[in-house]
């Protein structure tokens, strides 16, 4: 019976992939480092399937295991600080001149300048849709502080990018 219900359990883990590669993406700013950070979590839910409690939130436990992985290397990083910050190889070589894409690539470089606990949040919330309890749950946070993170993630964009950018 527990063969049956972690194959259950793995078929439902790989159809939240397109939703763990977003966040992935959100909490890593860079698409090898996110496909990374997926795949490290995918490992560890899979190693660890048999310790899900079956009623509860699949998409909250791996978002979980997802933003602790990402803490985690986040910390080694820093100790380990590898100097690749200044390489200009993945700057823009030509500016781009539709004002729409302008303004998205704004919103989106705005969101990446949010301290992480904001930025997650943020993309937990409006961009994946997750209600305030759930992303609660997944950042081990009380409902009030995710509200709370939210409104003061908008404001910051807000202030640095004016009213009258979010209305277009």
């Not at 190889?89 to 500016?95: A, C, R, T, Y």
Request: negative net charge; charged residues 30%.
């Amino acid at each position: 019976m527990t063969e049956a219900r972690d194959a259950v359990l793995e078929s439902e883990l790989l159809e939240m992939i397109p939703q763990l590669r977003a966040y992935a993406r959100a909490l890593t700013r860079d698409r090898n480092d996110a496909d990374d950070l997926l795949q490290e979590t995918l490992m560890k839910a899979l190693a660890h399937i048999g310790s899900f409690q079956r009623g509860t939130s699949l998409r909250a436990w791996l978002f979980t295991i997802m933003r602790n992985t990402f803490f985690t290397n986040l910390k080694k990083r820093r100790r380990e600080a590898p100097g690749a910050e200044d390489c200009v190889s993945g700057l823009l070589s030509v500016e781009a001149d539709h004002e729409r894409h302008e303004s998205s690539r704004d919103m989106m470089a705005a969101i990446q300048r949010l301290p992480v606990h904001y930025r997650e949040i943020l993309i937990l919330v409006v961009m994946l849709g997750e209600s305030y309890e759930r992303a609660a749950e997944i950042c081990c946070c009380a409902v009030g502080t995710v509200k709370s993170r939210l409104n003061r993630a908008r404001r910051i964009i807000m202030e640095e990018l004016g009213p009258e950018t979010l209305e277009s």
